[in-house]
């Protein structure tokens, strides 16, 4: 029964090649897009229909009943707003939950509008003859499947309005937080190939120097139906009024000044240096200057026929494509910088409530996957714990051991390649290129300065050497709690496919990149498991994706910096809202936090601690300098043509 009720999602959910031309006898010409307020409010009605008829038919076939009302709705309204109201309910509701219900895949739904350019997908050494590579020798990083599907269902699980009648705690600032650890992923990799981080689209007025052409492959095969998914956005254009009742460039003037007002304490809503604060004025940037800039852009070509027939949008009016334009991350850096105007105005970190421990440079251990294998291929049933004891503890714990063969002072990428299933094309395949990294261990020595048990969180962020000022272009990696046991010294180890920022489980393969990553199967695979550990390892889709775990740094080694804060984890735990049950968390706690809707997000410090308030004179070393729970050391980033396997 659940696979019959999977089929029939996967069957509604697919995209067909004309989905254009169907919006068009929709009446809907502007196109379908989250980004729109006004169909933003129409999805939100559907999917709060569909809430309800699940919940008033629980016991009766709840799943079919509401797939029923979304086929009728799809004959009256555009399918395409039908099938995202749809996919809020799937993510969300308890009886769609309960029965292991998903979205499939975003390369089976929409294929057409997955697949990335062939041409330069691996470039990106920097020439001798230039110093503004193309922004071509991006194209691989923009376009890759996964992270366009990361986004999307981000915008699904936070989908900018109360879900059910409940707003996701902390929403806002979760749209901030994820955004800015998209761009700071970016900046890595435009350095990496010789680029300038990207400069703000923060004059209207401008006229964008980049352009995106949509890949051959976004053109139907219906010789009746519109050219394109998607129209080019050619060079030198610049934001101009919509027609008729479209947002104009004065719309997007008066919400930033709206925003900056707040934040001085003027206008009708004003921000605060307050928790609250951090969420509502994300809450605000999102939905106001944020969503407009996206619809403005996507008809940046075409602003007069934006509600005509036959004038398909942008890649920025959808959140499945958005990111494959340049523009994209310009549009983002701005709304960033907007947030960052409120964050700017908090009183920098006086870390007295650190916890009485210490780590030091040398305490932070890495080692490959592969080696350790080698060692002994049963090592990991412990997570390496023995071995670690042994090899970095004990006797060792004060020793400096980077001369131990298994011991790595740089993370390895590769470029791999994987066959691209068209599904609704005879499963015919294309060969695309992806980023993928060697598999590591990280080993932490922390040791404990008193007599009592200290609960900690070890925050583990990386960033470039040439930006370690920045506050916004530190990424993180990944956050542990553990517990120190009175006056120990104590290794522990985290492999790197556990990180809470990733999408669980970690899809390494070409096959688990293709297939939704939490199957039915895979549940009946952990049925051991309690339902806390069930939902805490294979809950969550919203993570980022493991192939990109690590930017891909280039051939020569990009230097870095891997910074590790240890924070009182006493003070770090968020109370759970019902008092007779504790959260059940998502995979990815960063991107996500908790399973069930209504929770609350699991770490009570501001999302991108330490880095979410401004550096002490602007200095990343005068605000660490002297801290014993803070250590930093020196890593390099270096894209490989190979390494072993594991």
């Not at 995209?15 to 933003?40: A, C, E, I, K, Y």
């Not at 109201?85 to 997955?114: C, F, S, Y």
């Not at 605060?272 to 994300?282: K, L, T």
């Not at 929770?599 to 004179?617: I, S, V």
Request: net charge negative.
């Amino acid at each position: 029964m659940a696979h019959a009720l999977q089929n029939l999602i996967n069957g509604f959910l697919s995209v067909p090649r004309n989905f254009r031309n169907v919006q068009d006898q929709r009446g809907n010409h502007f196109g379908f897009t989250p980004f729109d307020s006004d169909q933003l409010r129409q999805a939100q009605i559907l999917s709060d229909n569909y809430f309800r008829i699940s919940r008033e038919n629980a016991s009766d076939d709840p799943v079919a009943k509401v797939m029923a009302q979304a086929q009728q709705d799809a004959e009256q309204y555009d399918p395409e707003l039908v099938r995202y109201a749809l996919m809020v309910w799937v993510v969300h509701d308890p009886e769609a939950r309960k029965r292991n219900l998903k979205i499939p895949p975003l390369g089976q739904r929409a294929p057409h509008i997955t697949v990335p350019k062939l041409v330069n997908a691996v470039a990106g050494a920097p020439t001798s003859t230039t110093t503004d590579p193309p922004l071509t020798n991006l194209d691989w990083w923009r376009e890759d499947p996964q992270l366009n599907e990361h986004h999307e269902h981000w915008h699904i699980v936070f989908p900018a309005f109360p879900v059910n009648g409940v707003s996701k705690d902390r929403e806002g600032e979760n749209f901030a937080f994820m955004h800015r650890q998209m761009l700071a992923r970016y900046d890595v990799e435009r350095i990496s190939v010789g680029l300038q981080p990207v400069k703000a689209l923060s004059d209207f007025s401008e006229r964008i120097p980049e352009s995106y052409n949509p890949d051959s492959d976004l053109v139907y095969d219906d010789s009746n139906a519109t050219n394109l998914h998607f129209t080019p956005r050619s060079t030198g254009k610049q934001l101009t009024d919509l027609a008729g009742n479209g947002p104009k460039v004065s719309t997007l003037l008066n919400y930033r000044q709206q925003l900056y007002d707040g934040i001085e304490g003027k206008g009708k809503v004003t921000f605060g240096q307050d928790d609250e604060s951090a969420n509502r004025y994300g809450n605000i940037l999102e939905t106001t200057l944020h969503n407009t800039g996206h619809v403005m852009l996507a008809y940046i070509m075409t602003p007069n026929g934006a509600n005509s027939q036959n004038t398909p949008p942008g890649v920025m009016v959808d959140p499945r494509t958005a990111c494959r334009d340049p523009v994209f991350w310009r549009w983002h850096r701005h709304i960033d910088e907007v947030y960052s105007r409120w964050q700017n105005k908090q009183t920098p970190y006086d870390f007295s409530d650190a916890p009485p421990v210490i780590i030091k440079s040398n305490d932070i251990i890495l080692a490959w996957k592969d080696k350790l294998l080698g060692l002994d291929k049963n090592g990991n049933a412990d997570g390496w714990f023995s071995y670690a004891q042994t090899a970095f503890g004990n006797a060792n714990f004060d020793t400096d051991v980077s001369s131990n063969p298994v011991v790595t002072d740089e993370l390895q990428t590769e470029m791999k390649t994987r066959n691209f299933v068209w599904t609704e094309d005879d499963n015919n395949t294309q060969v695309i290129n992806y980023l993928y990294p060697r598999e590591y261990f990280y080993f932490f020595r922390v040791q404990n300065t008193t007599n009592k048990n200290v609960d900690i969180t070890i925050r583990v962020f990386l960033a470039p050497e040439e930006l370690i000022n920045s506050r916004v272009h530190w990424i993180e990696l990944d956050k542990i709690r553990q517990t120190l046991k009175p006056n120990e010294k104590a290794v522990f180890s985290q492999n790197c496919d556990e990180s809470v920022v990733i999408r669980k489980p970690a899809q390494k393969t070409p096959e688990q990149m293709d297939t939704t990553a939490i199957t039915i199967e895979k549940r009946l695979e952990t049925e051991s498991l309690s339902e806390d550990q069930q939902s805490e390892t294979y809950f969550c889709d919203c993570g980022w994706p493991f192939n990109l775990l690590l930017p891909r740094g280039n051939k020569q080694g990009l230097k870095c910096k891997l910074f590790v804060m240890i924070t009182d984890g006493v003070k770090d735990t968020v109370k759970p809202k019902r008092s007779n049950a504790a959260p059940k968390k998502c995979g990815s706690l960063s991107f996500c936090g908790a399973q069930q809707w209504d929770e609350l997000y699991p770490d009570a410090r501001r999302m991108g601690y330490p880095f979410d308030k401004p550096f002490k004179n602007d200095s990343f070393e005068q605000t660490f300098a002297g801290l014993k729970n803070v250590a930093v050391r020196d890593v390099t980033l270096r894209w490989v043509d190979s390494f072993p396997e594991v």
